[in-house]
């Protein structure tokens, strides 16, 4: 079945040029043989790999003759149930479509028997001159590939990691009350709910240095929480959590312990005006009375995460 690979992901991320300080001018990078310092063109230029002090040559044309099934084809070795892949070998996700009017039923009857057996089908298939492992899926009424690492590409975490937790216990009472803030703190997944808050807060600071003026800075990072007081920031903590929950996301939720820590929340209340209605206020409105309130990552709030973050105080 002929199909067509197609890119299931796009990066938001804001992209400067590189120039040079105190002018307008571009900084490029250029192919330069560094021998001679002249540029060389990319039809110029043929790969080497360094053996005994010279270059064994590899021209592209090379790898490609050499490449299973010529780099046309993906296929299918066996079917697996997807819960059984650990998620750190996922990588890359691509929708797959058919390739040609006469293929849409294949590739529907595959989609069909994925989708009803709850499998994932394993391949592999040579892409730019790279071979891949992959994983071949329904989802939502159409088939996706997700590209996976190589078993030998996985690093040991003993080998990286020099304090792994399993090394320092908790005592009873601490890994209790962490369970109790995880349980307070439950949620249901919606990646609709979460932001790229920094590419918002560097648009903004384009902006504003475009007209010239000035923006706030973030909050600086949170303190550590010392051993010794891990079970007071533990509990106060369990306690901020079980209070009013906010739903605008993380913005206030992650930053409970160093709240707490410097001013725990009171017990009592006392009611003497109703609630201000907030709903008509712009974000700069929002911003400000958040401030004055002392509500905590403010600074990285979107207008409902700071309505929210109101209503709540």
Known sequence: MPVGLYTAT?????????????????????????RSGKEVELSGIVKGYASGGEY????PEELDEIAPGRSQTLEISGFVDLDEIDPIFFDKTYYLGPRGKGYGKVCSLLEQALDRTGKAGIATFVMRQHEYLVAVKAEDGLLTLHTLHWADEIRKPKDEIDGLPGKSKGTAKEVKMAEQLIEALAMTWDPEQFHDTFQRKVAALIEAKKAGETVEKAEP?????????????????VERARGPKSTGGTAT???????????????????????????GLSKAALYKKASAAHVVGRSHMTRDDLLTALSAA
């Open 253 to 279: 939720r992650s930053r409970s312990v160093k709240a707490t820590e410097k001013k725990p929340a009171a017990k009592k209340r006392v009611r003497s005006e109703p609630k201000e209605d907030l709903s």
């Open 10 to 34: 796009d990066s938001h991320t804001i992209h400067f040029h590189q120039l040079q300080r105190g002018t307008s001018d571009r900084i490029r990078n250029r192919r330069v043989n560094e």
């Open 56 to 59: 064994v040559l590899v021209e």
């Open 221 to 237: 990072a949170a303190e550590p929480t010392g051993a010794v007081e891990l079970v007071q920031a533990l509990r106060a903590s």
